[in-house]
């Protein structure tokens, strides 16, 4: 699996829609535009690159983008993201029933947290 996969699967995961600068900018110009946008929920996703280092990115919460995509407000990075990895909100670990990201699944389709793996 791609790490650029891997980033999104944990994001979708842990309910976060990551967005570029280009997003920040285009939902910046939407709550200016429309004041009563101030639901759309802005967070952060923790993650460590391929240099080891910790890192920051930017994001909606997936509930946000869902909602910006049912209002026909959300633009092709959210879209893109939503179609591809909005499912992801429903995996659970088999054996706690978390929903912390998936860190192996057996043969047979269960899946496990790393705490559980």
């Not at 939407?30 to 967070?43: R, S």
């Not at 690159?49 to 990115?57: F, I, K, L, T, W």
Request: charged share 30%; aromatic share 10%.
């Amino acid at each position: 699996m791609s790490a650029t996969k891997r980033f999104y699967e944990d994001c979708a995961t842990a309910g976060r829609c990551p967005i570029g600068q280009e997003t920040w900018d285009y939902l910046d110009k939407l709550e200016q535009a429309d004041p009563t946008l101030d639901w759309i929920g802005y967070t952060e996703h923790d993650y460590t690159g391929h240099d080891g280092r910790p890192y920051v990115a930017d994001c909606i919460t997936m509930e946000s983008a869902r909602q910006l995509l049912e209002e026909s407000l959300a633009n092709g990075e959210i879209a893109a993201f939503v179609e591809c990895f909005g499912d992801y909100r429903a995996v659970a670990c088999t054996d706690c029933g978390c929903h912390r990201p998936i860190a192996r699944v057996s043969r047979h389709g269960e899946r496990f947290c790393a705490d559980c793996d």
